[in-house]
């Protein structure tokens, strides 16, 4: 059984910093992507940040130059760095990880976490 656990989220100030992480347990290849993805009320889920194993990067364009992401292989962690947050960063973010197995593309969401920004 594969788990996705998210924590980091909560409550600040606009203008303020968070850091989400989002560990992977259980039966894990080497995983190929990680991503962020989040989801505001009424709103579609949009793809915040990409990181894939080789370490290449992507993010939204409403996020560049305050979102960070980077990962720990050996923890199968990735971690999401936002600073200079804005009421609209408010959302429940995701995570998301995927790796192949054989010909298959196997992948997993975790639960999402909470990240309100105050204005």
């Known amino acids: 059984q594969v788990q996705l656990v998210e924590s980091g989220g909560g409550l600040v100030q606009a203008g303020g910093s968070l850091r989400l992480s989002c560990a992977a347990s259980g039966s894990i290849f080497s995983i190929n992507r990680m991503v962020w993805y989040r989801q505001a009320p009424g709103k579609q889920r949009e793809l915040v940040a990409v990181?894939?194993?080789?370490?290449?990067?992507n993010y939204a364009d409403s996020v560049k130059g305050r979102f960070t992401i980077s990962r720990d292989n050996a923890r199968n962690t990735v971690y999401l760095g936002m600073n200079s947050l804005k009421p609209e960063d408010t959302a429940v973010y995701f995570c998301y990880a995927d790796w192949w197995i054989g010909s298959t593309l196997e992948s997993y969401w975790g639960q999402g976490i909470q990240v309100t920004v105050s204005s």
């Open positions: 990181i894939t194993s080789g370490g290449r990067t």
